[in-house]
Each structure stands twice: as structure tokens, then as C-alpha cells.
């Protein structure tokens, strides 16, 4: 014999199971929210410091350009310059 199929016990059904899903999404948001992360923790540090190369870089190829007496030149060179010059820099420093 074949079964019914009651459509508002199906709609029940999946509704709690939808509204219980979303509270374990919650809670485990909420979990990973608590934890103290420590890779997060070094990534910053790690994204820092690109950040402070870059306003390094920067403003030594602001200081190319003004050099020039603000005229002429490629922005883009001066950039490069002051790319191979900081590099340069670094590594002299580390050694």
C-alpha cells in the first residue's frame, strides 16, 4: 500500500532542520570567535610590514621626483629606483 505524503509535516521538517542548522552555523562562529588566533596574530605582523615597505618606498620616490624640481621625469621609473634602493638597503642591513 502506498504511503501519503503530508506536505505541512514536510514543511515542518524542514524548517526546524533549516533553523537548526543556522543555530550550529551561529554557534561555531561564535566558538571560533572566542579562540584567541594565533595565525591571525602572525599574519599581521607579516602584512605590516610589506605596508611599511611600501610608504618607505613611497616617499623615496616622492623625494626622486622633487629632486627634479617637480617636473619631468617617469613616475613610474622613480618608483622602480626607489624599489631597488630600498631592497638594497634591506639587505645590507640584515647582513
Known amino acids: ?12 521538517s524542514a524548517e526546524g532542520a533549516g533553523a537548526a ?17 594565533r595565525a591571525g596574530a602572525k599574519n599581521q605582523a607579516v602584512a605590516k610590514e610589506p605596508a611599511c615597505e611600501h610608504e618607505e618606498i613611497a616617499a623615496l620616490a616622492h623625494s626622486y621626483w622633487e629632486a627634479r624640481g617637480r617636473q619631468g621625469g617617469c613616475a613610474e621609473e622613480d618608483w622602480f629606483r626607489a624599489v631597488e634602493e630600498v631592497r638594497r638597503r634591506r639587505q645590507t642591513s640584515n647582513r
Open 1 to 12: 500500500m502506498a504511503r501519503k505524503n503530508n506536505e505541512a509535516r514536510s514543511l515542518v
Open 21 to 37: 542548522a543556522l543555530t550550529h552555523r551561529r554557534a561555531t562562529r561564535a566558538k571560533a570567535a572566542a579562540k584567541p588566533d
